[in-house]
């Protein structure tokens, strides 16, 4: 054996022997670094004992001094960056360590590309947990650089550069399905998204940290969650919330502490947020009080632009306040306000109201003036007067607009025909068809309390009007007939009378149950007719295409939207490409919706995707579901989808009920129904014999249904809930 050959097998083994120390000592600080239940950055001298410190280092000293970079294999000079960009940022030598920490991903990410179809191993998934960890030592450096004393332009770049390394180390170990490593170094982008004073994706991430710190973390890090939860409240403007959420985090703190120093350390920050949200929770208040008084003081009609201000601005403060369901109702409001004074020119999906006149007093709504309906009550106030029509049915599909016909159309003009004849005509509207089931109240309606005042009540010249919109809620709330019974007796009493007549409204798919009542109480004997016949029924239908152009126009000159011609157009045709004609309903909401998002232009419209009638109804849903907050998001869609069912009706559901199929508190559900309920998506039925929900037409079902099978699109953004009150 040659003295050369000897001095190749020693080198060798020299060789040999610093790799493996290299490999053994980069296994030992990556499981150190990959350790969920170790928190605090160590270097690699604190991680390794003294012997293997040593020898790491008599290894890389080895390697540097004998050998070309080129000659050491890629993956190992990955580990001997990595280490030495360790120990150069723990030294606070920040470039010399981020450009070895990008060297080494490098290298990594090269040697880690997993083909289409590749099956995953466990070598794999190894290495992807190391770029992982390269990637959040990379986000350390650019958050050190931001912290220096460089303009605030270069900090927000550097902390930017730092919460996309985090975000792409957690999206990393969340991909592999490593959970508690996601809850280990998920704290630090809260702390980036502080600096950048990001308080809405602040708030998201803490929600998620929350999640995984419960199964995987430490009390020490739940209170660092609810202390992020209070800051992001807190810069939202939300006082009440914030004060809540920081004196969790401080009785957290307490218990997870035993050290009076370290105490006091975390919960200075806490305190101070503590302290001023409450400080500005009074003057939230005192602002709420002040702004209620105007309201109160300031007529719409006298002063139409500040009482708008004064709505805009209190629901801003309800809202920021997580007081969704009272910033809901003054949302409605000033949609209602600004349709009434014309400055909308869509009101969505509430039925139609009167309109509010130069002299205070209310008109006949212009939709039902506009749009031929003003012909459908002069014709039905026809009958009424007529001694020839006893009763009247009033009858269409889902969403043609027969309740805003009732209530803003024909009970007004009733009402105007006792001053221009000797005959006083008294509509009397009633909504809810089980109060017969309570005992008799003179306090409420009943069917004896009411029947019996009029007959006590009858005058010569007074004609009562006895008006029951939306019909087809008694089959669902009564499903039997001998439920329903009473209520089919009580029509047969009252309309034998002279001087009381019913109307009817009902959807026209529920016409059949009519034969029921009429066979049950031989209706028929005092209407004079059959109770299908032309004489009786009264059909209201959709619009006509051309007929709807005309429509739109004429409601959007008012409000000045300014829509192009050819945008009218391409709404009409997609509106009606089902079956030709346009559903009033439908044309509310897509308008409230291209109202809401300024569009104007067909190539705005056209913006939207392949389908933009779907989108804008989608929207439209959204909004409500927005308005009960970030964290009721999901709750709020499966109280809609709870409130349909596979058979394409609406099925009513008590409190109770809804709490239960939840799996929920019920003031949670409170909230979510508040705002459901204020922005019309949602009827509340009160004493059925107790309080119970439905959804507010049948248009709704299948759009509900759709997006809660789709995945639930419509609050997509919107993160997993939790109770973290």
């Not at 969920?36 to 012997?51: A, D, G, P, V």
């Not at 190539?603 to 804008?616: C, H, R, S, T, V």
Request: charge should be negative; glycine fraction near 4%; aromatic fraction near 8%.
């Amino acid at each position: 054996m040659t003295d050369k050959y000897k001095k190749n097998n020693i080198a060798q083994l020299i060789y040999d022997t610093a790799i493996s120390v290299i490999e053994d000592c980069t296994s030992k600080i990556f499981s150190n670094i990959l350790d969920s239940h170790i928190i605090q950055f160590q270097s690699y001298s604190n991680i390794l004992n003294e012997t293997d410190t040593q020898q790491l280092k008599a290894a890389i000293e080895h390697l540097s001094s004998n050998y070309k970079r080129q000659q050491i294999s890629q993956l190992h000079i990955a580990n001997i960056d990595f280490i030495l960009g360790r120990e150069d940022y723990a030294n606070n030598q920040i470039e010399q360590a981020l450009n070895k920490f990008k060297n080494s991903l490098l290298i990594w990410e090269k040697s880690t590309k997993i083909l289409p179809g590749e099956v995953v191993t466990q070598q794999i998934n190894e290495r992807l947990e190391k770029i992982g960890a390269i990637l959040f030592h990379i986000g350390l450096c650019h958050e050190h650089q931001g912290n220096l004393n460089i303009s605030v332009e270069q900090k927000n770049n550097y902390w930017q550069q730092a919460q996309n390394n985090f975000k792409q180390s957690l999206d990393l170990f969340a991909q592999i399905d490593r959970q508690e490593l996601v809850a280990k170094f998920i704290i630090q982008q809260g702390e980036v998204l502080k600096k950048l004073e990001a308080w809405s994706d602040l708030y998201k991430l803490a929600q998620r940290a929350l999640e995984l710190h419960l199964t995987y973390g430490t009390e020490e890090q739940i209170a660092q969650d609810y202390g992020f939860l209070a800051e992001a409240a807190m810069h939202e403007s939300k006082w009440d919330h914030a004060s809540q959420l920081a004196e969790l985090a401080v009785a957290i703190q307490n218990q997870s502490m035993a050290n009076p120093l370290e105490i006091a350390q975390y919960q200075n920050s806490y305190f101070s947020i503590l302290s001023e949200s409450q400080s500005n929770l009074e003057e939230w208040q005192a602002t709420v009080n002040q702004l209620e008084k105007a309201r109160r003081q300031t007529s719409p009609h006298h002063d139409l632009h500040s009482y708008i201000s004064i709505l805009k601005a209190l629901k801003k403060l309800y809202f920021d306040q997580d007081q969704y369901g009272k910033s809901a109702i003054i949302k409605e409001e000033q949609l209602r306000v600004e349709h009434q004074y014309g400055l909308k020119a869509f009101i969505g999906i509430n039925p139609l109201q009167t309109q509010q006149k130069s002299d205070n007093s209310r008109t006949i709504p212009r939709e039902i003036k506009v749009s031929g309906r003003l012909e459908d009550v002069n014709n039905l106030v026809a009958r009424i007067k007529s001694q020839d029509h006893k009763l009247i049915v009033i009858h269409g599909v889902s969403g043609v607009g027969k309740s805003s016909l009732i209530n803003s159309g024909l009970i007004p003009t009733l009402l105007a025909e006792n001053s221009e004849d000797n005959q006083a005509i008294s509509p009397i509207l009633l909504r809810v068809y089980t109060d017969w089931m309570r005992n008799s109240d003179s306090a409420t309606w009943n069917l004896e309390y009411v029947l019996e005042t009029l007959r006590k009540n009858h005058q010569k010249n007074n004609l009562k009007v006895l008006i029951l919109d939306q019909f087809e809620e008694l089959f669902t709330v009564c499903p039997k007939p001998a439920q329903r019974l009473p209520l089919y007796q009580f029509l047969y009493e009252c309309l034998s009378l002279n001087f009381v007549k019913v109307v009817l409204s009902i959807q026209t798919n529920y016409l059949h149950y009519l034969l029921e009542c009429d066979r049950l109480t031989n209706l028929e004997t005092v209407i004079n007719y059959e109770i299908l016949s032309k004489e009786i029924l009264y059909y209201i239908s959709n619009f006509e295409p051309n007929h709807s152009q005309e429509i739109i126009k004429n409601l959007i000159e008012p409000a000045q939207l300014n829509w192009e011609p050819n945008l009218i157009s391409q709404v009409v045709k997609d509106l009606s490409s089902a079956d030709n004609t346009v559903s009033p309903m439908e044309l509310q909401v897509v308008g409230t919706e291209l109202q809401e998002e300024a569009i104007t232009t067909v190539e705005a419209y056209q913006k939207l995707g392949d389908n933009p009638i779907q989108k804008l109804t989608i929207n439209f849903i959204d909004g409500a579901i927005k308005d009960c907050g970030f964290l009721n998001g999901r709750t709020a869609i499966s109280v809609l989808y709870l409130l349909t069912n596979e058979h394409g009706t609406r099925p009513l559901k008590t409190h109770a009920e809804l709490a239960s199929e939840l799996l929920m508190e019920a003031n949670k559900l409170d909230l979510v129904l508040d705002v459901l309920v204020a922005r019309g998506l949602v009827l509340l039925l009160p004493d059925l014999p107790e309080d119970s929900y439905q959804l507010a037409h049948n248009y709704l079902i299948p759009l509900v249904r759709e997006q809660k099978q789709e995945g639930e699109k419509s609050i997509s953004e919107f993160e997993f809930e939790r109770d973290i009150m």
